[in-house]
């Protein structure tokens, strides 16, 4: 009945041995809960994002559909576990292309603990968290039946520097993805999926919006997932390209104050899909 997702690009990934989500043929994506508070703390959250009645229904949809928690076994064989059931929005797409990028230049929050703040400290400075305001954790692009995906290791996207990111986000809507970074990326997909009024960067900028305003919760180490099928850019399909808010064992009560970190590091990936789109052979963005 539960299968190890086939599209997962980033986080704890399921095996033999190893804790991480499952999915089912239903449309479920099931996540173990983890065994501190960060488990209880997104059960938390999802529970109060489902009875806010401030939260527009257009910002509503960048959230996954949450179904409550199930007692399931777990993928590493220690037994019975509690499960966030939440909606797959990935795994039952066709050949999508998704990227997973973590937005802050700050992952860490200051009740957390001081050996989880240096973890977290070290990474963000490793990495382009503080320069950029975001880092990509890991994505797959979709090549060709032949082909296949180009998925980079971990370990690689983890190294990348600012220039690695511009060329990866190019990458991202590219028909040549499959060469890796060293060729140059021909943007192919990058008017529809990234442009027009249902593109990723009009979604982006309805969050942004959204940013500008809300205090009810501030957002650590949480991801921005982006994710188009190649087939539907061919066909011109609309929408062709989804944005969803994921990962949420580290939100905070905003406490009337704007959360400037997550709103940030939006702006600068809002910043690095805009200068892709102006720079297009056409320059056909009118939406800029």
């Known amino acids: 009945m539960f299968k190890i997702p086939e599209h997962q690009v980033a986080g704890h990934k399921a095996s033999q041995g190893l804790l991480g989500p499952l999915i089912d043929d239903l449309g479920h994506f099931?996540?173990?809960?983890?065994?501190?508070?960060?488990?209880?703390?997104?059960?938390?959250?999802?529970?109060?994002?489902?009875?806010?009645t401030e939260l527009p229904n257009h910002i509503r949809k960048f959230f996954p559909l949450y179904y409550g928690t199930k007692l399931i076994e777990a993928s590493d064989g220690s037994g019975p576990r509690h499960h966030l059931v939440l909606e797959d929005i990935v795994s039952s797409r066709a050949n999508p292309s998704?990227?997973?990028?973590?937005?802050?230049?700050?992952?860490?929050?200051?009740?957390?603990?001081?050996?989880?703040?240096?973890?977290?400290?070290?990474?963000d400075r490793e990495t382009t968290s503080l320069p950029l305001g975001f880092r990509i954790s890991g994505f797959q692009i979709y090549g060709s039946e032949e082909s296949g995906y180009w998925k980079p290791e971990k370990k690689y996207v983890q190294g990348f520097t600012a220039d690695d990111v511009r060329v990866a986000l190019r990458k991202f809507v590219?028909?040549?993805?499959?060469?890796?970074?060293?060729?140059?990326?021909?943007?192919?997909?990058?008017?529809?999926?990234?442009?027009?009024?249902?593109?990723?960067?009009?979604?982006?900028?309805?969050?942004?919006?959204?940013?500008?305003?809300?205090?009810?919760?501030?957002?650590?180490s949480c991801s921005v997932l982006m994710m188009y099928e190649k087939e539907s850019v061919l066909k011109s399909e609309s929408p062709c390209a989804v944005v969803k808010l994921v990962d949420f064992a580290h939100v905070?009560?905003?406490?009337?104050?704007i959360d400037h970190n997550f709103l940030g590091g939006l702006c600068s990936l809002i910043k690095f899909i805009s200068e892709i789109l102006n720079n297009l052979p056409h320059n056909s963005a009118k939406m800029l």
């Open 252 to 257: 905070v009560e905003g406490q009337g104050v």
């Open 30 to 52: 099931y996540k173990p809960l983890q065994s501190d508070d960060r488990g209880s703390k997104e059960v938390a959250f999802y529970k109060q994002l489902s009875s806010n």
């Open 174 to 220: 590219s028909s040549n993805s499959s060469d890796g970074l060293g060729s140059e990326p021909d943007c192919a997909f990058a008017e529809t999926v990234y442009g027009g009024s249902n593109g990723i960067l009009a979604q982006l900028l309805k969050l942004k919006a959204w940013f500008e305003d809300q205090t009810i919760f501030h957002f650590y």
């Open 98 to 123: 998704v990227m997973d990028v973590k937005i802050g230049s700050r992952t860490w929050y200051l009740t957390a603990s001081e050996d989880y703040i240096m973890r977290c400290l070290k990474k």
